[in-house]
């Protein structure tokens, strides 16, 4: 099957999954499992946007590590780092054709090559970031984009925050 088409389908299949459930974790959960089985990546995730105070001298917002399917993860991510960060910082989804050549890339993985990353957005700001790696290069493109936006803004109708 054709990637557009198999977009496709998992589109609707992602709309029918979370449309009865308000939790936003356990969407998310479904979501990253749904996409890994679909198409093998090699880490399928999210990174949520909390509020923490790890430091006694103040409070900081940062990337947290979400439900995910794959191999071990790092678990926090700053603010404009690595592509997760960027993408946060930047609302913007970022797709890393060669994560080696990324300024600032977080390798949380030596195995993975290349990455896209699409914020997860409630009422116009980012609450959390789905990220993607791949073991190959170039795997992403505008077609997993288009799919990924669609599927993200599934998860912020009708959901309860973080």
């Not at 409070?59 to 700053?78: D, H, K, S």
């Not at 195995?111 to 914020?119: D, F, G, Q, R, W």
């Not at 795997?139 to 799919?147: N, R, V």
Request: hydrophobic letters at 45%.
């Amino acid at each position: 099957m054709a990637k557009e088409e198999q977009y496709k389908e998992l589109v609707a299949q992602v709309a029918a999954v979370v449309a009865d459930e308000t939790d936003m974790i356990a969407n998310m959960a479904n979501v990253a499992a749904i996409l890994h089985e679909a198409f093998g990546f090699w880490w399928t995730g999210f990174y949520r946007v909390q509020n923490t105070d790890r430091f006694a001298d103040r409070v900081q917002t940062e990337l947290v590590l979400g439900p995910f399917q794959g191999p071990l993860a790092c678990t926090r991510i700053p603010f404009g780092k690595g592509v997760c960060g960027t993408a946060w910082a930047k609302n913007e989804t970022v797709i890393v054709p060669n994560v080696h050549e990324f300024a600032g890339h977080i390798a949380c993985s030596s195995e993975s090559n290349s990455e896209i990353v699409v914020p997860v957005r409630q009422n116009g700001e980012v609450i959390a970031v789905l990220d993607i790696d791949s073991k190959d290069f170039d795997t992403f493109d505008e077609t997993d984009q288009k799919y990924l936006e669609e599927i993200v803004d599934c998860l912020s109708g009708g959901t309860e925050m973080l």
